[in-house]
């Protein structure tokens, strides 16, 4: 017999919408913040912007995964681990097949005829050809040898479903050594215990980043297999957080977990944001990348801090103060999810169209996330989510 569903805890889906806003904001300023690639470039420049992503990096997607990870356990107790699987193959590959196959090689096309300069074949020639490889590279054509598809922020996707896999296979493997419990527990955790463990959780990912971005620094992506997009800098905080969100299901940590603690690590992370602020006002904190240098310490510290302020600060801020849902904030959550697949064509397209204004990148960058945001859930709501075939993966 399978598992009875976990009641649906409304204060993390509450969670799921800050971030799903978030990374659609994350994705407007992408042009303005910093010289990495994105499917529309600007020659604006905005250093708020940079720091802005900086905090953004240093926690929201660890919190993903964390909340991803604590509702993995009973998904699997229902289904069993290949059910699990073969439904995540289905929800995640209908919904990655239409972006990455049906609508980012339009956004590549134009982007390399706009910014590269390139004297293109046309759309079938290069879509066949250098997109997808299943083809000569066309006449003409510049560019690498295909395939050069392109999963832009499905990396998220692509990861999430690999952790599931491989967690799936120990579910398997281990069997009625790790099922769910007839009861979970229920005491609270005692508040010395939750800051010591917390303070050996910032030191774990400290040094475990520190060590790692000796040889892979932040920003540095690199494809596995021709199609895993994996950045090594953040790999220790995503795993150590999906692991994380596994065993606080089973020890049901974030209802145990002491109010009086989380509201002293948000704090604690909202001080490592007034660092930002403080270092965009002009205070001289060096924040290397990596490499060996001791150095690279202090961003590896300040990002340990701030995920762990952040991640343990806003379930307590949304358990406390926000943990119901209206009608609308339901709506909201249940799109989450198609939001963030589909949100970034619109937030492209947005981005062309104010590339005709006098903007300044600050003020393009608050109008794309305003629109961007405004458009995505309800066209996620009306339309995504209704359409016969996507909308039940979504």
């Not at 976990?6 to 799921?16: E, G, Q």
């Not at 800098?233 to 977990?257: D, E, I, K, S």
Request: net charge positive; with cysteine; glycine share 8%.
């Amino acid at each position: 017999m399978s598992a009875p569903a976990k009641p649906r805890l409304a204060y993390i889906d509450n969670v799921r919408i800050f971030l799903s806003m978030l990374v659609v904001a994350h994705h407007a300023g992408q042009p303005f913040g910093h010289d990495g690639w994105w499917l529309f470039q600007s020659p604006l420049r905005e250093h708020w912007i940079g720091l802005f992503f900086s905090v953004n990096e240093a926690f929201f997607m660890g919190l993903f995964f964390l909340i991803a990870g604590y509702f993995h356990p009973g998904s699997v107790d229902r289904k069993g681990p290949l059910t699990f699987v073969l439904d995540r193959l289905w929800r995640f590959g209908v919904p990655i097949a239409v972006m990455v196959l049906g609508i980012t090689p339009v956004f590549m096309y134009f982007h390399d005829v706009i910014f590269k300069h390139m004297v293109m074949p046309s759309y079938l020639d290069y879509y066949l050809g250098a997109y997808l490889g299943l083809a000569a590279p066309p006449a003409g054509w510049t560019g690498g040898p295909g395939p050069n598809f392109e999963f832009v922020h499905l990396w998220f996707i692509q990861n999430l479903f690999i952790y599931g896999c491989v967690y799936a296979l120990y579910r398997a493997l281990a069997g009625a050594r790790d099922t769910r419990p007839t009861a979970l527990p229920q005491e609270p955790i005692a508040p010395a215990t939750a800051h010591l463990a917390l303070i050996k959780l910032v030191l774990w990912l400290t040094l475990s980043s520190y060590l790692i971005r000796i040889w892979k620094s932040v920003d540095d992506w690199k494809v596995l297999f021709g199609f895993w997009e994996i950045e090594f800098a953040h790999l220790p905080q995503y795993v150590t957080m999906f692991v994380l969100g596994l065993v606080a299901a089973r020890r049901n940590w974030f209802t145990r977990f002491p109010a009086s603690v989380g509201w002293v690590w948000l704090w604690v992370g909202l001080a490592c944001v007034g660092l930002q602020i403080a270092r965009g006002l002009g205070l001289e904190v060096p924040f290397w990348n990596g490499g060996a240098d001791p150095v690279a310490l202090i961003r590896a510290g300040w990002e340990a801090l701030l995920c762990v302020g952040f991640c343990v600060g806003l379930l307590t801020l949304t358990r406390e103060r926000f943990s119901g849902q209206t009608p609308f904030t339901k709506a909201l959550s249940d799109s989450s999810f198609a939001v963030y697949i589909f949100h970034v064509p619109v937030v492209t397209l947005l981005q062309y169209w104010f590339a005709g204004t006098s903007l300044s990148a600050l003020q393009q960058f608050a109008a794309i996330s305003v629109l961007g945001i405004g458009i995505s859930f309800p066209l996620a709501h009306y339309v995504l989510r209704r359409l016969p075939l996507l909308g039940k993966a979504l």
